[in-house]
């Protein structure tokens, strides 16, 4: 798990720089913050999926808007929920689910709710280990990075005993005398 926290880290610009700090709390905010994942969720959203989904004022606000309006792509987008369904994770709908939301008067709320059905978040850490990250995970994260140091350390100097002729045979005792172990 040690190995997984610091390759996580390390494949995080924001984490890693904050590891190399030595802030891990910054480190553990980072891989929890739910921003920074994000999937796009292709399933068709239908009226009726919106409807069981939303309060009745929320659906009846977003339909409403959508069918009242004059714009053939919001149109084709109101056909396609009352049809087949609409791909939320579509970038062309979810570009327009903020404009259509501001000119239909939807709260920020709305918007946001409408456009997570095509886009869910998620951190980091949950998508990689299903969880949280803790400092206690950062911690092991160091520690493994320091043994693998070491490790690379004593193969690195074992192989130039080796090569240096200061040990010919693999006996633990002569390697750990070539290499001061």
């Not at 709390?25 to 989904?53: F, I, K, P």
Request: hydrophobic share 45%.
């Amino acid at each position: 798990m040690s190995q997984q926290v610091y390759d996580l880290i390390q494949s995080d610009e924001t984490a890693r720089t904050a590891y190399a700090a030595a802030d891990d709390q910054a480190v553990v905010d980072r891989l929890n913050d739910s921003a920074v994942v994000v999937h796009e969720n292709h399933t068709r959203l239908t009226a009726t999926d919106m409807m069981s989904r939303y309060d009745p004022a929320e659906s009846s606000q977003v339909l409403g808007t959508l069918q009242s309006s004059s714009d053939p792509l919001v149109k084709g987008a109101y056909d396609s929920l009352t049809g087949n369904g609409l791909d939320m994770a579509h970038p062309l709908t979810q570009a327009q689910i903020d404009l259509v939301g501001a000119a239909g008067g939807w709260d920020q709320a709305l918007i946001d709710k409408v456009k997570a059905e095509g886009i869910t978040r998620e951190s980091l850490a949950n998508q990689s280990l299903g969880r949280d990250a803790t400092l206690a995970d950062v911690a092991a994260a160091r520690s493994y990075k320091e043994a693998a140091v070491v490790i690379a350390a004593i193969y690195n100097d074992t192989l130039a005993a080796i090569e240096s002729g200061t040990v010919t045979a693999i006996d633990d005792a002569a390697v750990r005398a070539a290499i001061g172990i």
